[in-house]
């Protein structure tokens, strides 16, 4: 039976028995090809409560609603690609701004005060029994992509002065970069080695592909600029080395509940200092040396 409400909490209980639908949807949807019978059960859990939110909000309406298509879509991609972990915890950040509608409809609407308890207590403590394998390498990745990006960051902007020509720089930044990529995880597996891990092999093999990405993400303004730009080059290098630590230390910081902005203002000020102490290395050795190339 339809309750009467003001216009005002009318319109939040809508957009909110959209959401809850939408999201039980999702849930659902992704719960079909996680992996793991634990997080399987559990997505279908989280599922199964958005949708008896949806029919409280229902009871205030009178609507029967369809899911927003578009928006399940989006989280199935965004699943499929970054995982599950991270595309859940995504789409539960947005309900966080969700709080002050909330308190607006506590005195209308009497649900509202035990749907926002399970928001905020029962579903979180669901989400943090979810676990995900690659979530398990987060700290081999990290490795990989600390090293790479401060390595090779000096070492391309220190060629960039000292040698002046992109496909150089390309070349030797290419050399280096391999090298240290196989040095880098060859490295991770004897250390879980010899801490007596079973999942060296897994560990190593993530340190190796953090770091082979971003060698050649970094190597890549090199590639595709002509011989003389190589001021552009760097420029663009040092743009994308900012760009892959602002992705990276946000996936950290949805799926894990990390700290965004101290981690990624830590990672970025070590890399472009590195880049500009190696710069000023490389002015410095062309100079000295009376190297010409």
């Known amino acids: 039976m ?23 949807v999702i849930y659902e949807e992704i719960s079909k090809f996680a992996k793991g019978d634990e997080n399987k059960v559990t997505l279908l859990r989280l599922s199964m409560e958005e949708r008896a939110h949806y029919e409280i909000w229902k009871t205030y309406t009178g609507i029967e609603m369809k899911p927003q298509m578009s928006k399940v879509m989006k989280y199935k991609l965004i699943a499929r690609i970054f995982g599950f ?23 209308e609407v009497e649900e509202s005060v035990e749907i926002r308890r399970q928001e905020e207590e029962h579903e979180k403590a669901l989400l943090d029994m979810m676990d995900e394998e690659r979530l398990h390498y987060v700290g081999s990745m990290v490795l990989g992509l600390n090293d790479a990006l401060v390595e090779l960051t000096g ?6 002065f000292a040698m002046q020509n992109t496909r150089l720089i390309a070349l030797s ?8 990529t196989f040095s880098m995880a060859s ?4 250390a879980a080695r010899s801490e007596g891990r079973s999942d060296a092999f897994k560990s190593c093999t993530y340190t190796g592909i953090a770091y082979l990405i971003t060698v050649v993400l970094l190597i890549a ?26 992705v990276f230390t946000y996936y950290t910081s949805v799926a894990q509940d990390e700290p965004f902005k101290s981690r990624f203002t830590e990672m970025a000020v070590i890399s472009i200092s590195v880049a ?17 190339l």
Not at 2 to 24: D, F, G, R, W, Y
Not at 221 to 236: E, R, W
Not at 276 to 292: E, P, Q, R, T
Request: charged share 20%; net charge negative.
């Open 2 to 24: 339809e309750k009467k409400l003001s216009p005002k909490a009318l319109a939040i209980v809508k957009k909110m028995q959209q959401n809850e639908l939408t999201e039980s």
């Open 85 to 107: 972990t991270f595309a859940v915890k995504l789409m539960e950040k947005g309900e966080e701004c969700a709080q002050d509608e909330y308190k607006l409809l506590a005195e």
């Open 155 to 160: 070492s391309l902007a220190g060629f960039t």
């Open 173 to 180: 930044g290419l050399i280096i970069g391999i090298s240290a």
């Open 187 to 190: 490295s991770e597996f004897l």
């Open 221 to 246: 303004p090199y590639l595709l600029l002509s011989n003389s730009q190589y001021m552009l080059a760097l420029c663009l290098m040092l743009a994308i080395v900012v760009l892959i630590i602002a």
């Open 276 to 292: 500009v102490i190696s710069f000023f290395v490389g002015i410095a050795a062309k100079h000295f040396l009376g190297v010409d």
